[in-house]
């Protein structure tokens, strides 16, 4: 796993940026432009979204417990 990709991946999702912003879908971050091998640029884009779903995970859980105890009372 690319740690830092996957870092930034959680730091997007907390800052509100959408899963389709991802800068390695940008036309100079794709592997016809970068000549990177497409399963190393594929492997990073997996990091990223991973990164990505689990903050955007963690945040709905989280606004879930939140609505819960101020229904509770």
């Known amino acids: 796993m690319y740690d830092s990709?996957?870092?930034a991946g959680q730091d997007a999702a907390r800052h509100g940026v959408p899963l389709s912003a991802c800068p390695l879908l940008?036309?100079?971050n794709l592997p016809k432009r970068t000549?990177?091998?497409?399963r190393?640029?594929?492997a990073k884009l997996a990091s990223w979204e991973a990164g990505w779903r689990e903050e955007t995970a963690a945040r709905l859980a989280?606004?879930?417990?939140?609505?819960q105890l101020l229904?509770?009372?």
């Open 5 to 7: 990709i996957h870092t």
């Open 26 to 28: 940008k036309p100079d």
């Open 71 to 73: 229904h509770s009372d």
């Open 40 to 42: 190393k640029w594929r």
């Open 62 to 67: 989280d606004l879930e417990r939140r609505r």
């Open 35 to 38: 000549g990177e091998p497409r």
